[in-house]
């Protein structure tokens, strides 16, 4: 098991790069599978920065027709939530009437995608639906539902694979937890 250390802390490997392909192969099918007879060109959504390797290997597989847009939202100081989501870049693209598919690294409380929702149906998207690699199921709040989800997890503090600690962390091809011990 590998461990790293990033700043103060130390992390073990958690869920192994291999582990985390399959799971994207499965979503990205479901994706394909629903979206196939598309008349209209849905826009896939990259929540930035986290979001960032699970929308690239997301799109490798994605066999429908699609345009990418990013936008890039803070809610986290270090490993805990502020609980205030703010949109730091916002869309670059005109989204009225368009269908989006939200991609999101991990969901943990659900706030910032309640936030993202409603900036969405705001703006005039005519849908939108969540497609996030990772789910803490026990602290999910919203009763907003996601429907594409690669991986559910534990409430631990996770890097890797995009995920961060105070912006380092991203690059590691594996997710690892917080190493207590």
Known sequence: M??????????RTFIPNEEI?????????????????SEDIPIVLCVLNGA?????????????????L???????SGTSS?????EVLGLTSDIRGRRIIIVEDIVDTGNTIAEL???????????????????????YRQDIPLEYVAMEIPNDFIVGFGL?????????KD???????
């Open 21 to 37: 392909e399959k799971a994207i192969d499965k979503v990205a099918s479901k994706l394909n599978d629903d979206f196939k007879d």
């Open 70 to 76: 990013s936008i890039k939202l803070s809610s986290y």
């Open 2 to 11: 590998e461990r790293i250390k990033l700043f103060d802390k130390t992390f």
């Open 52 to 68: 960032i390797l699970f929308t690239a290997e997301l799109m490798k597989r994605l066999t429908f027709n699609c345009e990418l």
């Open 82 to 86: 502020t609980g205030t989501v703010r």
């Open 175 to 181: 997710i690892f937890v917080l190493d207590n011990d």
């Open 117 to 139: 929702k409603r900036m969405l149906a705001e703006k005039g998207a005519a849908s939108s639906c969540v497609c996030t690699l990772l789910l803490k199921p026990d602290v």
């Open 164 to 172: 961060d600690y105070n912006e380092i962390g991203r690059n590691m």
